[in-house]
């Protein structure tokens, strides 16, 4: 199993997200990345990438020295993004791939506690209030909450990055997490912003992209809440422990991949 699906509220969010890319990728479409021939999108570009070894991570001296200054400082704001760098990287050698695609396939028990640690140390991060949260942090993290199945943690991450560096690329993956969460009147606003940001000869082609994103998402929220309404509780956490059960199987599309800030 791909995702942790002990949540309700995560199994939702992993339902669109899924779904939303099913839409990309079935149109053809290129959204900052999604669906492009790069076989790690974000995930490479932080780190993330495809090399997967299976055994020791090779990080763990850097993650014994940063739970060392923490046990010194606990509010130690550079140990804490130590510990998202390193985690996030340990966890990256233990995640399964397509050795074909380099695509994520599954995320064995290790690897996903090695990713919550990450996302558990960068809100610790937060917590102590920095002036500017690092952006490079953040960016790495985004890719972290996808892997556990969480487009709130992705956007909240993703917003950092797309309030300080102010690209269309920045707010156009901020529109997708907020999407993927069914943060609608937010998610439109940060479409409206990549839309005003891009180059003037994409603009177009960009507003098409956001309006069909939104598109899908509003009526998988709605075939969502039709389905606790009709089916009841059991039926829908039943019927929402597959991921691609209103998308025609399980081979229907392939996980996703972080699309390029």
């Known amino acids: 199993m791909l995702f942790d699906l002990q949540s309700g509220k995560r199994k939702r969010v992993i339902q669109v997200v899924y ?14 990345g999604v669906g492009s021939d790069a076989p790690g999108g974000l995930l490479d570009a932080v780190g993330l990438g495809s090399n997967s070894s299976g055994g020791d991570s090779g990080y763990e001296q850097q993650i014994e020295d940063a739970e060392a200054k923490l046990q010194t400082n606990p509010n130690d704001p550079e140990a804490l993004l130590e510990l998202v760098r390193y985690q996030s990287l340990a966890a990256n050698t233990r995640i399964e791939r397509d050795p074909n695609t380099g695509q994520v396939s599954g995320i064995p028990a290790e690897a996903r506690s090695e990713l919550e640690a990450a996302a558990d140390a960068w809100r610790r991060y937060l917590d102590t209030k ?30 950092i990055v797309a309030e300080q560096r102010d690209t269309a690329e920045a707010w156009g993956n901020l529109a997708y997490y907020l999407y993927a969460d069914f943060s ?4 439109d606003e940060a479409a409206a912003r990549a839309v005003e940001l891009a180059d003037p000869s994409e603009r177009k082609r960009t507003e098409r992209q956001f309006a069909q994103i939104a598109e899908q ?15 009841g509780a059991e039926q829908g956490e039943q019927q929402l422990t597959d991921p691609f059960g209103a998308l025609g199987g399980s081979d229907a599309v392939t996980p996703p991949i972080t699309p390029t800030p």
């Open 19 to 32: 779904a939303i890319l099913a839409l990309l990728m079935g149109g053809s479409l290129v959204l900052f």
């Open 184 to 187: 609608f009147k937010q998610a």
């Open 217 to 231: 998402a509003r009526k998988e929220k709605k075939r969502l809440d039709k389905q606790r309404k009709e089916g």
């Open 130 to 159: 920095p002036k500017e949260p690092d952006a490079g942090a953040a960016l790495q993290v985004v890719g972290t909450f996808i892997l556990l199945g969480d487009a709130e943690g992705a956007a909240r991450a993703q917003r």
